[in-house]
C-alpha cells in the first residue's frame, strides 16, 4: 500500500521540495473520504487543515440569501483546496462541499505552522506554492467576475426599452 | 472563392426546415435551399450573411455538419432586431442567405495531430462543424479534446450531442460554467481551468479556440505555459459586418478584413492585434 | 504628341462625346465651390474660375484668363459617379412565404469623365483595386466603371493642401487616362497639349481639329509641369509609413487629434478613395416591396463599429487612428497601394483644419523605435 508520503511526493504541488520537508509534511497528513454532499470545510470554522483531493470533486460555496448556495469554483482531482490555514487569521473563508465521493489527504495546517515558524525554509516552500493557488484563484475570479458570456450591458438596455415600448403598445 | 457571375450582394432564398430552442436566448435554425438549388457546401469556421424580409441582414457562423448538404444550419443567441425575428419563423417561411464567406479552421491541416477544441460559450456554434468533421475521421486524428465553458448550467448548448459525444469514448469533453448553485454537480469555473486537465503533446498538438476574445487571450496564456507556440493555436475573431466580402469596410481588424481574411486566424497574425484598446 | 489649338476645337470634343453617346461630366461652378456635375457645353465650365486651399478654409477666385481649368479640385471627387453616395444594390417582393427577389433592369452607364486630376485617376485606380479585384467583382460598380471614359487634365497650379508629388500621383498623369491634356494659357493663345492613353481616346481625338506639337509648345507644357511640381502645398514623408503606424498605436499624439477633431466625418465624405459604406431596408407603407439600399458609411461614426451591445471604437482617437493607419498604411497590406492620393481634400474639408501631412510628422517625432535599427545597434551610448 503506498503511504501519504508517496502520494505527496508524487504530486505535482510539491514538487521539488526536499525529502525531509516531504516527510515533515506526510506526518501531518491523513487520508480521508467524504461522502456526496459532506463538508469538508465551514466558512468561519478555524482553518486547521487543507486538503489534497486525490479522487472525487468539491465545490467552494458561498451561502447567499437571493441566490441560494453558490458554487464559486469547483476542485477536483491533482488539485489542492484551501489557503486559509496559512494566511492570519486562519478562518476557513468559503464552504468547501463534496460533490461526489472525494478522496483526500488531509494536511494538519495547525501542525504545518508551528513547524514553518521553526523552518523558514519550508515555510518559504509552502508560502510560495500557496500564492500560486491563491493567484489561481483571484486569476478565475476576475473573469467569472466579468461575466463575459453575459448580454452585455448596452445589449441588455437595447432589450429593456424595446420591451417597454412592447408594454405600452 | 471563385468569381461569381451573379452580384454578390444579392442572396438566394432558402425555406425553414425548423427552429430548435437550446437555451432561453439561443436557437438553433435549419434551412433548405429552395428549388432549383443543389445543395450548399461549407468549410468549418466559415459564416453566411442571413437575411429576413423588412429587418435586415446579420453574420453567423455556420453550426451544422458539413457532410449534410441538404441542410443548412445555423446557431443563433437573439439578441437583436434580425435574430430575434429569425427565431419567430416558422417551418417553410423564406429568408435570404449569402455566403459561405471566410477563412476555416485547419481540420485537414490538423490530421495526425493531437486536437483540442476550446469554445466559450455561443463559440462552440461554429466549431461544432470541426467536431462533426474530427469524430466522422476519427482515426485520422490523435487525442482529441473539447473543453466547453458558459455561463451557468441552462446555457449549456447541444446537450444532447455532448452527451453521446462523451459516451463514445473516443473525445475527451470538460464542461464547465461560471456560475451554479447547489444542484449541479458538474465544474464551476473558468474554462482556463480545464486546461489542466487534459492530456496531449504540446510537440504536435493543436488548438481551436473561438470565445469571447477576453477568453480566448487566457486560455491562449494557459496554453502557451502548456508548451504550445503560436503558429499551433487559431482563433476566430468578431467584428461588425455588412457585407461579408471586403466591400463595407466595416470588420476591418488591422490590416485584416475579418470577413476575408478570418474569421479564423492562426494565432500569431493577429496576437499584437489582441493587445490593442479600441482597434 | 497634340495640340488642340484653341476653345473651338475644344468644344468639338465635347459635341464628339455626346454623339457617341457619352454622358460629360466635369467641373462646374454651383454654390461657390467647384461641383463635378454634367456638362452641356463650353460655358456650363468654371471659366476663368480658380479656387484658395488651406487647412480648414476653401473659396473660389476670379483668376482674369479664360482658364477652364484653373482651379484645383473640388469637394466632392469622381467617386460619386462610380460609388453613388446612395445606391439601390436589389429589390424584392414579398410572397405568401417569404420573398422574390426582382430582375433588375438593364442600366447603361456612358459616362466620360472630363478634367479628371491625376490624383483622382489614382482615386478611381483604387476603388477599382477594391470593388473590382478581389475574390468577389462589385457588379454595380462594374456597370458604371465599364464603358467609362477619363479626359485627365494636368495640374498645372497645385493648391495649398495639396501633395500629389509625395504620393507619386502627380501633378502630372502618367497612365489611367484615355486622354490627357495640359491647358496652357499665353498672353495671346489658350491651348492644350494632348495625348492619349488609349485606343479609346484616338478614337476621339480622331474627330477632334488638331495638329503635332510643336518642339515649343511641348517645351512649354514642361516647364509648366516642372514647375507645378514645386508649388505644393505640402509634402508627406511616406518613407517606412506603414510600420510607423503600425509601431505607434499608442503614440501619445492620437490623443493630442482628439482633441481637435469632431468625428464630424467630412474627411471620408471628400475622400476619393474612402470605400465604407452600410446598407439599410428600405419598405413601402405595406411592407410589401423592399428595396436594400447601399449608402456611404465612416469610420467615425459610433455605429460604424457596433457589436453586441458596444462600439468598439468609442474614443475620437481610436477613430482617427483607425482612418489614417487604414489610409497610409494597413491599405499597402489589403490592396498593394496606398489608400491616399495625395489631393488634400481632407485638410481643405476638415472643419478644424486637421492636416494628415503634419499628423504624420507628429507621429514621427517621439515614435517608438524601429525594433530593426536597435538590432542593428544604432543608437546613442549616452541614451
Known sequence: MRTIEDLIKEHRFFKDLSSEHIETIAGCGKNMVFKSGEYLAREGNPADQFYVIRQGKVAIDIVTVEKGTVIVQTVQDGEIVGWSWIIEPYYWRFDVRAVETTHAVALDGKCLRGKCEKDHDLGYALLKRFSGVLARRLEVARLQFLDVYGVQQGQAAVQKTKGKRHGTK | ????????????????????????????????????????????????????????????????????????????????????LLQKLKAGEGIGV???????????????????????????????????????????????????????PEDILYHQELMKWRSQFDIDIHVTVDQAGKSWKGNVGVVTTLISRIAFDSTQAVALICGPEVMMRFTIQEFRQRGLNNEDMYVSMERNMKCGIGFCGHCQYGPYFICKDGPVFRYDLVEDLMKVEEI | MIAINDRESFTILLKVLQEKGYTVIGPTVQGQAIVYDKIDSIQDLPVGCGDEHRPGGYSLRKRGDGALFGYVVGPASFKKFLFPPSQKLWQAKRTKDGFDVQKEKKERFKMAFLGVRPCEIQGIMVQ????????????????????????????SEPGGTCFCTSMHTGPSAKAGFDLCLTEIIEEKRHYFVAETGSPGGEVILKEVPHCEASASELKHRDQIMDKAENLMGRTMDTSGIKELLYRNRDHPQWEKIAQRCLSCANCTMVCPTCFCSHVTEGTDLTAQDVQRVRSWDSCFTSDFSYIHGRHVRHSTSARYRQWMTHKLASWIDQFGMSGCVGCGRCITWCPVGIDITEEVRNIRLGSVPNPNDSAKGVHDEND
Open chain 2, 1 to 84: 472563392m471563385a468569381r461569381s457571375k451573379t452580384d454578390p450582394m444579392t442572396p438566394a432564398i432558402f425555406h425553414v426546415k425548423r427552429v430548435i430552442r437550446e437555451t432561453e436566448d439561443t436557437f438553433t435554425i435549419e434551412l433548405i435551399p429552395s428549388n432549383g438549388t443543389t445543395g450548399f457546401s461549407f468549410k468549418p469556421g466559415q459564416f453566411t450573411m442571413l437575411y429576413v424580409l423588412g429587418a435586415g441582414e446579420v453574420p453567423i457562423s455556420i453550426s451544422g455538419d458539413p457532410f449534410e448538404k441538404r441542410c443548412l444550419t445555423h446557431t443563433i443567441r437573439s439578441v437583436g432586431n434580425v435574430t430575434r
Open chain 2, 98 to 152: 449569402r455566403g459561405p464567406f471566410g477563412s476555416a479552421w485547419p481540420v485537414k491541416a490538423s490530421q495526425g495531430r493531437d486536437v483540442i477544441i476550446v469554445a466559450g460559450g455561443i463559440g462552440l456554434a461554429p466549431l461544432r462543424p470541426v467536431l462533426y468533421t474530427v469524430l466522422k475521421n476519427r482515426k485520422k486524428y490523435n487525442r482529441i479534446s473539447l473543453l466547453y465553458g458558459t455561463r451557468t
Open chain 3, 128 to 155: 477599382v483595386q477594391v470593388f473590382l479585384k478581389g475574390n468577389y467583382v462589385d457588379s454595380h460598380y462594374q456597370k458604371r466603371r465599364k464603358d467609362n471614359l477619363i479626359i485627365a487634365v494636368n495640374c
